[in-house]
T-cell receptor, first 113, second 111 residues
Framework: DAGVIQSPRHEVTEMGQEVTLRCKPISGHDYLFWYRQTMMRGLELLIY????????DSGMPEDRFSAKMPNASFSTLKIQPSEPRDSAVYFC???????????FGPGTRLLVL | GENVEQHPSTLSVQEGDSAVIKCTYS??????FPWYKQELGKRPQLIIDIRSNVGEKKDQRIAVTLNKTAKHFSLHITETQPEDSAVYFC??????????FGTGTRLTIIP
């Protein structure tokens, strides 16, 4: 199994631009989680899905952030417009069942100039 | 919601010695406590976990203990090796599927 796949691995963009992060969960996993990691705030849960349906988006910082999961093998996290304070590492994780181990992807390192 | 505190934030130990990292949680309904290891520039990876119906769990040099009454759990690494150097995160899950993570401990093993 390839594990959780994220793309791009690195993204550098200018303030105001749209950023789209992508995630492919482990095949067969029914839960998908988006996290953001910064030095100041640590690892924060942004949103998670069960069977492609968003369950809890209370961690999404503001309306500039949106996430979708059009099918069981693909999810996107979009930031529009991006701001320098969005600079962070964004991780996607998946699990088989909500109470089981979460497996993290390699992350996307985002830098907004 | 759940609140998880982790101590210490940094820890240096001599190679071969033991390391202990402690976490406390706020919600007595929490029932699952994983520990993740994150090497520099890499993803967090699960190293051990414990559920609320168990007091201790071991996996080779790594062990986790849980005290439900005091609402704290600890990671113990024995016979530390240079490859144990990393940031370690504890987490707690209560009720549903959400994990709340601690702030991390940067462990450095001194050769």
């Amino acid at each position: 199994d390839a594990g959780v796949i994220q793309s791009p691995r690195h993204e550098v963009t200018e303030m105001g631009q749209e950023v789209t992060l992508r995630c492919k969960p482990i095949s067969g996993h029914d839960y998908l989680f988006w996290y953001r990691q910064t030095m100041m705030r640590g690892l924060e849960l942004l949103i998670y899905f069960n069977n492609n349906v968003p369950i809890d988006d209370s961690g999404m910082p503001e309306d500039r952030f949106s996430a979708k999961m059009p099918n069981a093998s693909f999810s996107t996290l979009k930031i529009q417009p991006s701001e320098p304070r969005d600079s962070a590492v964004y991780f996607c994780a998946s699990s088989l069942g909500g109470t089981e181990t979460q497996y993290f992807g390699p992350g996307t390192r985002l830098l907004v100039l | 919601g759940e609140n998880v505190e982790q101590h210490p934030s940094t820890l240096s130990v001599q190679e071969g010695d033991s390391a202990v990292i402690k976490c406390t949680y706020s919600d007595s309904a929490s029932n699952y406590f994983p520990w993740y290891k994150q090497e520099l520039g890499k993803r967090p990876q699960l190293i051990i976990d414990i559920r609320s119906n168990v007091g201790e769990k071991k996996d080779q040099r790594i062990a986790v203990t849980l005290n439900k009454t005091a609402k704290h759990f600890s990671l113990h690494i024995t016979e530390t090796q240079p490859e144990d150097s990393a940031v370690y995160f504890c987490a707690a899950r209560w009720g549903n599927e959400k994990l709340t993570f601690g702030t991390g401990t940067r462990l450095t093993i001194i050769p």
